[in-house]
Nanobody
Framework: QVQLVESGGGLVQAGGSLRLSCAAS????????MGWFRQAPGKEREFVAA????????YYEDSVKGRFTISRDNAKNAVWLQMNSLKPEDTAAYYC???????????????????WGRGTQVTVSS
């Protein structure tokens, strides 16, 4: 099973940027689509972004389109989430996760992930 460790969270002012990293262990990392999710206090976990196994297909939640970018480097066993123009409502714990296959399509990317990291906290001050 792929082990996932997120990093890069922190406190940032509204309008600022952060780059989250997800380091994966295991030789099968490149076989899986990957996703980023977030969970704010008192709210359900929500989908943020997904990327296919090759890095060529991405999918985003509407609220982050144009501000967040998901990317990956299979040689480095890593996935990143570049977050720009951050808003206070982006405050949450952010998690990366593996999808059971190399592809997910559209709304199918929003659920079905079977392996999760422990998360990294992002706090955006107004």
């Amino acid at each position: 099973q792929v082990q996932l460790v997120e990093s890069g969270g922190g406190l940032v002012q509204a309008g600022g940027s952060l780059r989250l990293s997800c380091a994966a262990s295991g030789r099968t990392f490149s076989s899986y689509a990957m996703g980023w999710f977030r969970q704010a206090p008192g709210k359900e976990r929500e989908f943020v972004a997904a990327i296919d196994y090759s890095g060529s297909i991405t999918y985003y939640e509407d609220s982050v389109k144009g501000r967040f970018t998901i990317s990956r480097d299979n040689a480095k066993n890593a996935v990143w989430l570049q977050m720009n123009s951050l808003k206070p409502e982006d405050t949450a714990a952010y998690y990366c996760a593996t999808y059971p296959t190399g592809y997910c399509a559209g709304d199918g990317c929003r659920e079905g992930y079977n392996n999760w990291g422990r998360g990294t906290q992002v706090t955006v001050s107004s």
